[in-house]
């Protein structure tokens, strides 16, 4: 088996359809600086909350980590992004290229919502 393959996400892996959102700062009516998240990719992802000993280890570099999202790779994603499942919410804390290799991405994420 290549390296490819042992990395690649299987699409029967892929079970959750999300929104990929930025943030678009606009003004509301009274002038203040307000949040606006906008969907710019759409996306199958797998959501994996963190077991114990996953989430113990995870906090110790990421202190609110709470699951782990993986998806096709994609250059668009950032940081600064949030995940929108249905009505759950989830900021991406950090993002590891698997290998480097292009083919996927793991991002370790806290659900705020």
Known sequence: ???????????????????????????????????????????????????????????????TVTHRIERRYSALVSANHHILFGTRTFEINSIVNEDEGDHKLILMCTEVK
């Open 1 to 63: 088996m290549s390296k490819i393959e042992e990395g690649a996400l299987r699409a029967g892996a892929l079970t959750r359809y999300v929104a990929f959102q930025s943030n678009t700062p606009t003004r509301n009516l009274a002038g203040e600086a307000v949040d606006a998240w906008t969907t710019y990719e759409n996306a199958w992802v797998s959501i994996n909350p963190l077991s114990g000993r996953e989430l113990m280890v995870a906090q110790q570099s990421q202190s």
